[in-house]
Protein backbone atom coordinates (compact mmCIF):
# COMPACT_ATOMS: atom_id res chain seq x y z
CA UNK A 1 0.00 0.00 0.00
CA UNK A 2 1.34 3.23 -0.99
CA UNK A 3 1.99 5.98 1.51
CA UNK A 4 -1.23 8.42 -0.01
CA UNK A 5 -3.15 5.34 0.63
CA UNK A 6 -2.07 5.01 3.99
CA UNK A 7 -3.24 8.50 4.14
CA UNK A 8 -6.60 8.57 3.32
CA UNK A 9 -7.16 5.20 5.10
CA UNK A 10 -6.07 6.59 7.94
CA UNK A 11 -8.25 9.44 7.81
CA UNK A 12 -11.30 7.46 6.52
CA UNK A 13 -11.15 5.41 10.11
CA UNK A 14 -10.83 8.78 12.24
CA UNK A 15 -13.65 9.85 10.49
CA UNK A 16 -16.02 6.92 11.18
CA UNK A 17 -14.75 7.03 14.62
CA UNK A 18 -17.46 9.99 14.90
CA UNK A 19 -20.26 8.66 12.81
CA UNK A 20 -20.01 5.08 13.39
CA UNK A 21 -17.88 4.44 16.81
CA UNK A 22 -18.28 0.83 17.01
CA UNK A 23 -17.76 -0.08 13.19
CA UNK A 24 -14.51 2.14 13.23
CA UNK A 25 -13.35 -0.10 16.06
CA UNK A 26 -13.78 -3.52 14.58
CA UNK A 27 -12.44 -2.16 11.04
CA UNK A 28 -8.94 -0.68 12.61
CA UNK A 29 -8.52 -3.68 14.83
CA UNK A 30 -9.16 -5.93 11.60
CA UNK A 31 -6.19 -4.14 9.93
CA UNK A 32 -4.12 -6.25 12.27
CA UNK A 33 -5.91 -9.38 11.70
CA UNK A 34 -7.25 -10.15 8.33
CA UNK A 35 -4.05 -10.78 6.21
CA UNK A 36 -3.63 -10.24 2.02
CA UNK A 37 -3.38 -13.92 0.97
CA UNK A 38 0.36 -14.26 -1.70
CA UNK A 39 -0.48 -16.05 -4.31
CA UNK A 40 1.27 -20.01 -4.66
CA UNK A 41 3.77 -19.73 -7.96
CA UNK A 42 4.18 -23.21 -9.88
CA UNK A 43 7.32 -24.01 -8.44
CA UNK A 44 6.63 -23.27 -4.96
CA UNK A 45 3.34 -25.64 -5.15
CA UNK A 46 5.92 -28.36 -7.29
CA UNK A 47 8.51 -28.27 -4.10
CA UNK A 48 5.05 -28.63 -1.54
CA UNK A 49 3.41 -31.62 -3.65
CA UNK A 50 7.21 -33.49 -2.69
CA UNK A 51 5.72 -33.57 1.12
CA UNK A 52 2.89 -35.84 2.28
CA UNK A 53 -0.07 -33.90 2.70
CA UNK A 54 -2.62 -33.91 5.96
CA UNK A 55 -5.19 -32.02 7.35
CA UNK A 56 -5.86 -30.29 10.68
CA UNK A 57 -9.24 -28.93 11.70
CA UNK A 58 -10.17 -26.20 13.70
CA UNK A 59 -13.25 -24.44 14.64
CA UNK A 60 -13.47 -22.40 11.58
CA UNK A 61 -10.93 -23.72 9.27
CA UNK A 62 -8.86 -26.02 7.42
CA UNK A 63 -5.04 -26.06 8.06
CA UNK A 64 -2.34 -27.53 5.13
CA UNK A 65 0.27 -29.23 7.08
CA UNK A 66 3.53 -31.30 5.58
CA UNK A 67 5.38 -34.31 6.28
CA UNK A 68 8.81 -35.01 5.35
CA UNK A 69 11.31 -38.13 6.00
CA UNK A 70 10.73 -40.70 8.23
CA UNK A 71 13.41 -40.13 11.11
CA UNK A 72 12.65 -40.30 14.64
CA UNK A 73 13.77 -36.87 15.83
CA UNK A 74 10.65 -34.34 15.06
CA UNK A 75 11.12 -30.59 13.60
CA UNK A 76 7.99 -28.36 13.20
CA UNK A 77 8.73 -25.15 10.79
CA UNK A 78 6.70 -22.40 11.28
CA UNK A 79 6.30 -19.22 8.88
CA UNK A 80 5.30 -15.97 9.60
CA UNK A 81 2.74 -13.17 8.22
CA UNK A 82 2.03 -13.16 4.86
CA UNK A 83 4.47 -16.10 3.85
CA UNK A 84 3.97 -19.65 3.75
CA UNK A 85 5.83 -23.49 3.77
CA UNK A 86 8.21 -22.45 0.91
CA UNK A 87 9.76 -20.23 2.65
CA UNK A 88 11.27 -23.09 4.41
CA UNK A 89 12.27 -25.66 1.18
CA UNK A 90 16.20 -24.89 1.64
CA UNK A 91 16.29 -25.64 5.60
CA UNK A 92 14.05 -28.83 4.32
CA UNK A 93 16.28 -30.00 2.49
CA UNK A 94 19.63 -29.77 4.63
CA UNK A 95 18.12 -32.08 6.96
CA UNK A 96 18.79 -35.88 7.15
CA UNK A 97 15.07 -37.57 5.92
CA UNK A 98 16.52 -41.17 7.68
CA UNK A 99 17.27 -39.13 10.96
CA UNK A 100 14.41 -36.46 11.26
CA UNK A 101 11.01 -36.28 10.63
CA UNK A 102 10.06 -32.68 9.06
CA UNK A 103 6.81 -30.85 9.46
CA UNK A 104 5.03 -27.84 8.52
CA UNK A 105 2.15 -25.84 7.96
CA UNK A 106 0.58 -22.94 6.27
CA UNK A 107 -1.05 -20.31 8.71
CA UNK A 108 -4.95 -20.09 8.52
CA UNK A 109 -4.97 -17.42 5.59
CA UNK A 110 -1.72 -18.25 4.12
CA UNK A 111 -0.51 -21.04 1.93
CA UNK A 112 -3.01 -23.75 0.98
CA UNK A 113 -4.82 -23.26 4.29
CA UNK A 114 -8.49 -21.75 4.54
CA UNK A 115 -9.44 -18.69 6.36
CA UNK A 116 -8.82 -15.32 6.04
CA UNK A 117 -8.46 -14.24 9.56
CA UNK A 118 -5.26 -14.54 11.76
CA UNK A 119 -3.83 -13.49 15.79
CA UNK A 120 -1.31 -14.57 17.67
CA UNK A 121 -3.78 -16.32 19.66
CA UNK A 122 -5.26 -18.41 16.80
CA UNK A 123 -1.69 -19.23 15.14
CA UNK A 124 -0.93 -20.21 18.86
CA UNK A 125 -3.97 -22.50 19.39
CA UNK A 126 -3.04 -23.64 15.69
CA UNK A 127 0.43 -25.10 16.28
CA UNK A 128 -0.80 -26.46 20.19
CA UNK A 129 -3.06 -28.32 18.55
CA UNK A 130 -0.61 -29.37 15.59
CA UNK A 131 1.87 -30.20 18.44
CA UNK A 132 -0.28 -32.78 20.64
CA UNK A 133 -1.47 -34.58 17.39
CA UNK A 134 2.01 -35.16 17.12
CA UNK A 135 2.87 -36.54 20.47
CA UNK A 136 4.95 -34.02 20.70
CA UNK A 137 8.29 -32.45 18.83
CA UNK A 138 11.58 -31.88 19.41
CA UNK A 139 12.65 -28.66 17.78
CA UNK A 140 9.90 -25.62 16.75
CA UNK A 141 11.74 -23.70 13.99
CA UNK A 142 10.05 -20.09 13.73
CA UNK A 143 10.14 -16.88 11.77
CA UNK A 144 8.23 -13.71 12.58
CA UNK A 145 4.63 -14.24 13.62
CA UNK A 146 5.40 -18.15 13.52
CA UNK A 147 7.76 -17.45 16.58
CA UNK A 148 5.68 -14.79 18.73
CA UNK A 149 2.51 -17.33 18.47
CA UNK A 150 5.19 -19.90 19.73
CA UNK A 151 5.85 -18.58 22.42
CA UNK A 152 2.49 -17.52 23.31
CA UNK A 153 1.47 -21.08 22.71
CA UNK A 154 4.59 -22.47 24.94
CA UNK A 155 3.54 -19.48 27.75
CA UNK A 156 -0.59 -20.52 27.67
CA UNK A 157 0.36 -24.09 28.04
CA UNK A 158 3.42 -25.08 29.98
CA UNK A 159 3.40 -28.65 29.71
CA UNK A 160 3.28 -28.67 25.32
CA UNK A 161 5.82 -31.12 24.81
CA UNK A 162 8.53 -28.75 22.64
CA UNK A 163 12.32 -29.61 23.53
CA UNK A 164 13.58 -26.37 22.00
CA UNK A 165 13.10 -23.34 20.00
CA UNK A 166 14.60 -21.41 17.34
CA UNK A 167 12.94 -17.60 16.78
CA UNK A 168 13.87 -15.74 13.81
CA UNK A 169 13.04 -11.90 13.36
CA UNK A 170 10.61 -12.35 15.97
CA UNK A 171 8.62 -9.34 17.34
CA UNK A 172 8.68 -8.80 20.50
CA UNK A 173 5.01 -6.59 21.86
CA UNK A 174 1.66 -6.11 20.06
CA UNK A 175 1.78 -2.66 20.97
CA UNK A 176 4.71 -1.65 19.11
CA UNK A 177 3.14 -3.44 15.48
CA UNK A 178 0.12 -1.35 16.60
CA UNK A 179 1.68 1.60 17.11
CA UNK A 180 3.52 1.03 14.18
CA UNK A 181 0.55 1.23 12.08
CA UNK A 182 -0.71 4.15 14.13
CA UNK A 183 1.79 6.36 13.04
CA UNK A 184 1.72 4.79 9.61
CA UNK A 185 -1.89 5.29 9.12
CA UNK A 186 -1.95 8.71 11.56
CA UNK A 187 -4.86 7.42 13.67
CA UNK A 188 -6.50 9.33 16.47
CA UNK A 189 -6.16 8.91 19.84
CA UNK A 190 -10.55 8.44 19.46
CA UNK A 191 -9.76 5.85 16.66
CA UNK A 192 -7.24 3.92 19.10
CA UNK A 193 -9.30 3.98 21.69
CA UNK A 194 -12.20 2.27 20.30
CA UNK A 195 -9.55 -0.44 18.41
CA UNK A 196 -8.42 -1.01 21.71
CA UNK A 197 -12.71 -1.52 23.54
CA UNK A 198 -12.75 -3.62 20.26
CA UNK A 199 -9.61 -6.09 20.70
CA UNK A 200 -10.45 -6.50 24.06
CA UNK A 201 -14.14 -7.81 23.46
CA UNK A 202 -13.15 -9.88 20.53
CA UNK A 203 -10.29 -11.36 22.20
CA UNK A 204 -10.47 -11.09 25.97
CA UNK A 205 -7.18 -9.64 26.23
CA UNK A 206 -5.29 -6.34 26.53
CA UNK A 207 -2.87 -5.87 23.63
CA UNK A 208 0.21 -5.48 26.59
CA UNK A 209 -0.69 -8.78 27.41
CA UNK A 210 0.95 -10.06 24.42
CA UNK A 211 4.80 -9.60 25.34
CA UNK A 212 7.50 -11.77 24.20
CA UNK A 213 9.62 -11.13 27.42
CA UNK A 214 6.61 -11.86 29.19
CA UNK A 215 6.18 -15.30 27.69
CA UNK A 216 10.01 -16.04 27.32
CA UNK A 217 10.13 -15.92 31.15
CA UNK A 218 7.98 -18.73 31.67
CA UNK A 219 9.59 -21.13 29.45
CA UNK A 220 12.51 -23.70 30.58
CA UNK A 221 13.39 -25.26 27.61
CA UNK A 222 16.55 -23.93 25.54
CA UNK A 223 16.22 -21.25 22.41
CA UNK A 224 18.07 -19.77 19.63
CA UNK A 225 17.23 -16.31 18.81
CA UNK A 226 17.95 -14.88 15.64
CA UNK A 227 17.82 -11.41 14.46
CA UNK A 228 19.33 -8.84 12.47
CA UNK A 229 20.14 -5.30 13.34
CA UNK A 230 18.63 -3.76 10.28
CA UNK A 231 15.14 -5.86 10.99
CA UNK A 232 13.03 -2.70 10.00
CA UNK A 233 9.78 -4.85 10.71
CA UNK A 234 10.93 -6.15 14.21
CA UNK A 235 13.46 -4.19 15.48
CA UNK A 236 16.46 -5.73 17.39
CA UNK A 237 15.65 -4.48 21.17
CA UNK A 238 12.50 -7.21 20.86
CA UNK A 239 15.62 -10.04 20.34
CA UNK A 240 17.10 -8.57 22.86
CA UNK A 241 14.34 -8.70 25.91
CA UNK A 242 13.14 -11.50 25.07
CA UNK A 243 16.90 -12.89 25.50
CA UNK A 244 17.89 -11.27 28.57
CA UNK A 245 14.15 -12.98 29.66
CA UNK A 246 14.94 -16.09 28.41
CA UNK A 247 16.99 -18.32 30.81
CA UNK A 248 18.39 -21.12 28.63
CA UNK A 249 18.31 -18.74 25.38
CA UNK A 250 21.52 -17.97 22.69
CA UNK A 251 21.12 -14.93 20.64
CA UNK A 252 22.97 -14.15 17.11
CA UNK A 253 22.99 -10.78 15.61
CA UNK A 254 23.56 -10.35 11.83
CA UNK A 255 24.41 -7.81 9.46
CA UNK A 256 22.29 -6.86 6.40
CA UNK A 257 19.79 -9.57 6.20
CA UNK A 258 16.95 -7.40 7.21
CA UNK A 259 13.82 -9.32 8.56
CA UNK A 260 14.02 -12.30 5.75
CA UNK A 261 17.48 -13.44 7.50
CA UNK A 262 17.84 -15.43 4.31
CA UNK A 263 21.52 -16.73 4.17
CA UNK A 264 23.40 -20.15 4.27
CA UNK A 265 25.11 -18.86 7.28
CA UNK A 266 21.34 -18.88 9.55
CA UNK A 267 20.75 -22.09 8.40
CA UNK A 268 23.84 -23.47 9.30
CA UNK A 269 23.26 -22.32 12.67
CA UNK A 270 19.76 -23.39 12.72
CA UNK A 271 20.92 -27.16 12.05
CA UNK A 272 23.62 -27.00 14.38
CA UNK A 273 21.14 -25.95 17.31
CA UNK A 274 18.75 -28.54 16.78
CA UNK A 275 22.00 -30.80 16.47
CA UNK A 276 22.77 -30.50 19.74
CA UNK A 277 26.15 -28.55 18.73
CA UNK A 278 25.70 -25.01 19.19
CA UNK A 279 28.57 -22.93 18.22
CA UNK A 280 30.98 -22.10 21.90
CA UNK A 281 31.19 -18.44 21.41
CA UNK A 282 27.43 -18.17 21.84
CA UNK A 283 26.72 -17.70 25.42
CA UNK A 284 24.23 -16.54 27.72
CA UNK A 285 24.66 -12.41 27.31
CA UNK A 286 26.80 -12.52 24.29
CA UNK A 287 26.60 -11.92 20.76
CA UNK A 288 28.04 -14.08 18.36
CA UNK A 289 28.43 -11.62 14.87
CA UNK A 290 27.24 -12.95 11.67
CA UNK A 291 27.85 -11.11 8.53
Not at 22 to 32: D, E, I, M, S, V
Not at 205 to 220: E, M, Q, T
Not at 223 to 244: C, M, T, V
Not at 263 to 271: F, L
Amino acid sequence: MKKISFYFVGLWLNVLSYLVPKRAGRKTFNLFCYPSRVPMKDYQLEFLASAKFEILKTSSDTIQTYRWGKGPKKILFLHGWRSHTFRWKKYIESFSQEEYTIYALDAPGHGLSTGNYLNVLYYGEVIEQFINRLNGVDTVVSHSMGGFSSLCALHRTQTLPVRSLVLMGTPGQAKEFINYYRTLLSLSDRTMRLMTEYFKTKIGLDPAYFSGPDFAKSISIPGLIIHDEEDLEAPIHNAREIHEAWPVSFLIVTQGLGHNLRSKEIIDHVQKFVEGTVEKNIEKGKLAQVH
